[in-house]
Structure formats: C-alpha cells, structure tokens
C-alpha cells in the first residue's frame, strides 16, 4: 500500500529483484509508479479488496490506519500484514548491513555510501530515501552489504539490529506536542534520543559524526566504534580542506595514516562530512579507497539534494529538499560557497514544524542576500491559528535583513525572479514541499 512512497517503492523494487512476486496501490498515479509498471511491478490507482487476491502478505506504512478498509479486508482474509519496518529488520538481518541514522543527510550519505562501495568493487545493495542517479533508482540490487536509509519518523526504526549504525547527528525534528500522539513525531526529543541510542547501541559497531557534541553518549558501553569528521581526534579524519564553487577537495586519514585524497562535487561542510562518512564506512567494509574517492568525486548527489536543475539568463538553478533549521543553514551556506549572489526561495513545511522553529528557521535564512517565502506546505495538517510563513519574514526583518519578501503565490514568486534575475545569482529553491517546481519552471525543464 503506498508503493508510489519514495520508501515503499524501494521495498517494491528491492523485493522483485529478490524474486518475489510484487504489486502495489496507491492513490494517485505519478512518475514513479509509472517507473514502477516499466519494471514489471503491477500497479492499481486507488484502494480495494481485490488488490488482495492470491496476496501473501500486505506490507504498509506504519501512517496507514490499521482500520483502513484494505488492511482490515486483508485481515479477515488471513492476509499477513507487515509494517516497513518488519520488512526492513528482514533486510537488515540477511546478510552484512549498513544502517544510516540522524535526523540530517541520511539521503545524501546513504547514497554517497552506495556510490562508493560500488566504485570501490563492492556490490552493495541500497535502500535510499532519494532517487540516486547513478543508479536511476531509489534502491540497488546487489550481492551485500545492504546499505539502508532508516527513517526516525517511523518509531518502529529503534527495534532495528543491523551490522554497522553510520550515526550522522541527532537534533530535534520529528518532534510533536507532549502528551499528543501524532503521526511521525516523536512527543520528546529524550524520547526520540532514547530511541537514536537504542538503534545505535544494538549494532554490532558504530561510526558516528566527531563533529556532532554527545554523540558517543549514545553509544553503547565497550561498542566499537570510531569517530569521522574534521576535526582533531577523529579516527577518519577530514583535512586539508580546499572548496570551490562546485565543491571541496581533502585529504582523508584513518588514525593517522593518510589513506588518499578525495573530492565531493556539492558545496558545503556538511557534504565533506557525509562524503566521509561513505568514505569510512567503504573503507570498514575491505572497499578500495582510491577507487570510493574517485566514483565520490564524480557523483553530484541524489534528487533534490543540492540538485543543479538548470540555468537562467546566467543564473545557476538548484533544488534542496532542507525543511528543517538545520539544514536549511547547511544548504545557504553551501550557496555562499558559490560565491554568486544566494536568493533562496524557502516553503516552511508542516505547521507544527513552522510553530516550534520559525525563529530558529528565520536565523538560518538570515546569511542569504535575498529570501522569497513562499506559504506553508501543510503535508496534510491542519492549520495552526497564528502560524504562517510571514513570522519568518517579520524576525528576519527585525534581525536587520532587507531582502526577505513574503509571496505566497508561486506565480508571484516566478515573476519576481524572472524579472530580477542576474548573470551572478543562484536561485536555491527549498522545502519538501512543491516549492521545486518553482526551479523546474524557471529553467525551462519540464515536469
């Protein structure tokens, strides 16, 4: 159910590949269901019993309501119905095993480690919360290891066992209203943190973020593990760093032995830590280094992930999917790296995301030279009273920025920049929402 899910259809094609028999539903169709049908996986418009017929078993999101009509029609059939996660703890248990856990760049590192082990001679399968482009896929069939994105919105992800947790940060998204059950939050952040620890703690060894404070806390006592990142006292150490607009050179080490040079063709700090964190994790698993770090260097990362979408009259194009804090300051600061003139256009996705971080969101925009804010996605919430994208703009205007401009309307937004734009710019569009089409359309590309 949901097999047009960025998540499920990776399960779809990972599980055909194996040999077994594969349909699926969803609500609408759309380009990658329509990938899905060119793969030989039957796919149904809408929801019914039938879909049921001659089915073994019913895998679901765990955001389905167990008294949805088709999971309890395939109950009372004595259908076995299985959440993701199962499915995932099977994956995870076949075989050597990678787990990719944080609450930042899980896609992008998830890929990155499954370009370079494929680079390296391996021959990886990949689970991936993006479409790789190497691979034209959001999954990889392959021998092993089975490198896995593991999505913390789910809170089944925590009773997960696989061979190396690649530990990236842990912040606070995901995270809802104390005492209030709500799809893929968390009611605390000790609560989610409780449950990062758990995850990591139960993998046979650990390579986690040294840049990222506390996170050997999470670690279970005597675990193996080793530290990556750029500063002193990481095992896998970054140095050397030399970016340029399109991205960073460095040298990499491993306790003091340089193991080689390497290249991430995406700007920004946080892609010379995720290039790493592939790197190291590739280098645990026998891979060749020279050979990670040259695939690495030509890989431009997954879909509407510092995406390069096109041109316009000069102006170089991308997509970001950043939604929260975090990430969105990671993405302005990779198109600072640029060093064209950074316009983001930003849409604030969910409304209680919005209400808990908007000042946090607002300071991460503040480096911009110019910000269009566009209306929330809602992503299928409810509207808070009070809460819209204009507190963005009003913070950001009291902090002392003169460029930021709400426009609600993506024809608003279009116009603007098509009648402002500058040989010299780059035009960021970010958010999970539908603010890439803004880009798309900007660049002539079609969708």
Not at 6 to 30: E, K, N, P, Q
Not at 260 to 267: D, Q, S, T, Y
Request: some cysteine; glycine content about 12%.
């Amino acid at each position: 159910m949901g097999i047009g899910g960025i998540g499920l259809s990776a399960f779809a094609r990972i599980l055909r590949a194996r040999g077994f028999t594969v349909s699926g539903c969803d609500a609408a169709a759309s380009e990658l269901t329509e990938q899905l049908v060119q793969e030989g996986i039957a796919v149904t418009v809408g929801h019914a019993a039938s879909h049921l017929a001659g089915v073994d078993v019913l895998i679901a999101s765990e955001a389905v309501s167990r008294s949805h009509p088709e999971i309890m029609a395939a109950r009372a059939a004595g259908t076995e119905v299985r959440p993701r996660m199962a499915l995932m703890e099977e994956l995870l248990a076949s075989g050597p095993s990678v787990g990719v856990v944080g609450t930042h760049g899980k896609t992008t590192t998830t890929s990155m480690l499954a370009v370079a082990m494929h680079g390296a001679g391996l021959d990886p399968a990949a689970f991936v919360g993006g479409i790789i482009p190497e691979f034209g896929s959001n999954a990889r069939a392959g021998k092993g290891p089975f490198v896995a994105e593991i999505d913390e919105s789910d809170q089944a992800f925590q009773t997960l066992r696989c061979q190396t947790a690649v530990f990236l940060n842990a912040d606070d998204d995901h995270i809802g209203t104390p005492g209030k059950s709500q799809a893929v939050y968390w009611e605390t952040v000790e609560e989610q943190h409780a449950a990062f620890a758990r995850f990591v703690g139960q993998a046979e060894r650990a390579l986690y973020c040294h840049d990222w404070p506390g996170l050997p806390e999470f670690l279970r006592p005597g675990q193996t593990a080793w530290g990556y990142g750029v500063t002193a006292g990481a095992d896998y150490l970054a140095s050397d760093l030399r970016p340029d607009p399109e991205g960073t050179n460095f040298t990499v080490s491993f306790q003091g032995t340089v193991l080689g040079e390497a290249r991430v063709a995406m700007p920004g700090l946080h892609n010379v830590q995720n290039a790493l964190a592939a790197l190291a994790t590739t280098h645990l698993y026998g891979g060749d280094f020279a050979q990670a770090a040259a695939a690495l260097g030509r890989f431009g990362g997954p879909r509407r992930r510092w995406e390069r979408v096109g041109t316009l009259a000069g102006a170089l194009i991308i997509d970001d999917y950043a939604h929260n804090a975090a990430k969105v300051a990671a993405v302005v600061g990779a198109a600072t790296q640029t060093g064209r003139r950074v316009r983001i256009v930003f849409q604030p996705h969910r409304y209680l995301r919005t209400q808990q971080s908007w000042p946090r969101l607002a300071d991460s925009l503040m480096p911009a030279d110019e910000v269009i804010l566009l209306d929330i996605a809602a992503a299928g919430e409810d509207p808070i009273t009070g809460i819209d994208s204009t507190l963005i703009a009003k913070r950001m205007y009291d902090l002392g920025h003169r460029g930021v401009h709400y426009l609600p309307q993506r024809e608003q937004a279009l116009d603007y920049l098509r009648q402002s734009v500058g040989p010299n710019d780059v035009i960021v569009t970010v958010g999970a929402g539908d603010v890439w089409k803004i880009g798309r359309e900007l660049a002539g590309v079609a969708f």
